[in-house]
């Protein structure tokens, strides 16, 4: 069964870029869609974007000026940065598997924006 | 940009109850909507794709129907482990959106 890990720093300055990585186990990540949500505290579920395992994507369109998602199939790791980044940022991020729908997820990373 | 809304947005319902949630598309997105469960403090977890099609493992009180910009979302006898936040996701032209959420209590 596939799993999902994200890491990356839990608080970013703002105006600094959040940077986090998908660690995926169980499977290789070639052949799959790949993607990030977030979500605000108490809040709705944010689609950030997805990518391809040959990397093609597709971002937000609210935030595509600031998104850049990337795979690494030789660590079967996935990427995300966000630059620019505003307390709005704050969130709790999650990388997941795109198959019939979002249909694997991660335990989700809580990213503070806060000086 | 399509944009999806949900009604209600929080409901009550007694355990036995049905409960139906709608989801409405901006646009024409054919059956390109899937819907997600999250259960507090959890990620979310697909229940429905393909506006109908109940993911494996899932329980057959759940269902989904719809088509073009009108879906609905039914729990046929609703369970104290049904307590969550359901989403309705978009999927056409490449652009993923989710819907507001309903919240689910029970009464």
């Known amino acids: 069964q596939v799993q999902l890990q994200e890491s990356g720093p839990g608080l970013v300055k703002p105006s600094e870029t959040l940077a986090l990585t998908c660690t995926v186990s169980g499977d290789s990540i070639s052949n799959y869609y790949w993607t990030w949500i977030r979500q605000s505290p108490g809040k709705g579920l944010e689609w950030i974007g997805y990518i391809y395992s040959s990397g093609s994507s597709s971002y937000n369109p609210s935030l595509k000026s600031r998104v850049s998602i990337s795979v690494d199939t030789s660590k079967n790791q996935i990427s995300l940065k966000l630059s620019s980044v505003t307390a709005a940022d704050t969130a709790v991020y999650y990388c997941?598997?795109?198959?019939?729908?979002?249909?694997?997820w991660g335990q989700g990373t809580l990213v503070t924006v806060s000086s | 940009d399509i944009q999806m809304t949900q009604s209600p947005s929080s409901l009550s319902a007694s355990v036995g109850d049905r409960v139906t949630v709608t989801c409405q598309a901006s646009q024409d997105i054919s059956d390109y909507l899937n819907w997600y469960q999250q259960r507090p403090g959890k990620a979310p977890k697909l229940l429905i794709y393909d506006a109908s099609i109940l993911e494996t493992g899932v329980p057959s009180r759940f269902s989904g129907s719809g088509s073009g910009t009108d879906f609905t979302f039914t729990i046929s006898s609703l369970q104290p482990e049904d307590i969550a936040t359901y989403y309705c996701?978009?999927?056409?032209?490449?652009?993923?959106?989710f819907g507001p959420g309903t919240k689910v209590d029970i009464k």
């Open positions: 997941a598997r795109v198959v019939r729908g979002v249909t694997d």
């Open positions: 996701q978009q999927y056409d032209r490449l652009i993923f959106t």
